[in-house]
């Protein structure tokens, strides 16, 4: 299984941005897709999740200003930013939460963690 993330890029404070994540390969089911972000210096902290029932939660600092939602193809995710702001500089990253897939031998895989690679976004004027 492979996470591709895209969509990040340079924005002016105030501006808005579209991440999207795509889960690839034979996935029979997971808990929650994730975005997280780390800015240099910090933690990685997540930043917002839906489950696979479509329950959200988000981090207080981007409530009200970012949207997480699932695509048509049920392993792929958005998070729409908007008000961006300087501190919202971080790279981003999507994550599979306790997912289950089938191996190229078809051996079931059950994994407690599964994540994509960055894509930095960078709010300055």
């Known amino acids: 299984v492979q996470l591709q993330a895209c969509g990040g890029g340079l924005v002016q404070p105030g501006g808005s941005l579209r991440l999207s994540c795509a889960a690839f390969?034979?996935?029979?089911?997971?808990?929650?897709m994730n975005w997280y972000r780390q800015a240099p210096g910090n933690q990685r902290e997540l930043v917002a999740g839906?489950?696979?029932?479509?329950?959200?939660n988000y981090a207080n600092s981007v409530k009200g200003r970012f949207t997480i939602s699932r695509g048509n193809a049920k392993n792929t995710v958005y998070l729409e930013m908007s008000t961006l702001k300087p501190e919202d500089t971080a790279v981003y990253y999507c994550?599979?939460?306790?997912?289950?897939?089938?191996?190229?031998?078809?051996?079931?895989?059950?994994?407690?963690?599964?994540w994509g690679q960055g894509t930095l976004v960078t709010v300055s004027s």
């Open positions: 390969g034979r996935i029979l089911s997971f808990n929650a």
């Open positions: 839906i489950t696979s029932g479509g329950e959200t």
């Open positions: 994550n599979l939460e306790k997912v289950n897939y089938y191996t190229d031998h078809d051996v079931i895989v059950a994994q407690s963690e599964l």
